[in-house]
């Protein structure tokens, strides 16, 4: 075999190789987190301080009303992006009206919101 035969063998191997990374290469992957906490971003920064999005609270689809701690004697508490809060309490632009056993009522903007609580 000559020079000029086996560097136009390895030149078409290369080529090959080159078109089987193209074509099996993997696609990006993006989360969807459907309106929940994405699992894949850290509690914690690189710093040491937890991270909450419920402070960027502009509108109700900000919300993620995760639960609903029910007691009528001592008062109820929701936990709103990952966050425990009372009646009366604000979180970001939203203010806590009440909370009842299966929702919460709040303030933004000066209109009344309500969240449900879904089972989902």
Sequence with gaps: ?????KMLMVSLVLLIAGLAFF???EEEFTYDAKGKRDPFVPLVSKGGVYVSDAYGISGIKDI??????WDEAKGSIAIINGEIVR???KIGAAEVLRIEKD???F????EEKKLELTSD
Excluded at 1 to 5: A, Q, S
Excluded at 64 to 69: A, H, N
């Design 1 to 5: 075999m000559t020079i000029m035969k």
């Design 23 to 25: 074509a099996f290469a």
């Design 64 to 69: 993620r009303l995760e639960g609903i701690v």
């Design 87 to 89: 009646e009366g309490q």
């Design 103 to 105: 929702a919460v009522v």
């Design 107 to 110: 303030d933004i903007d000066g």
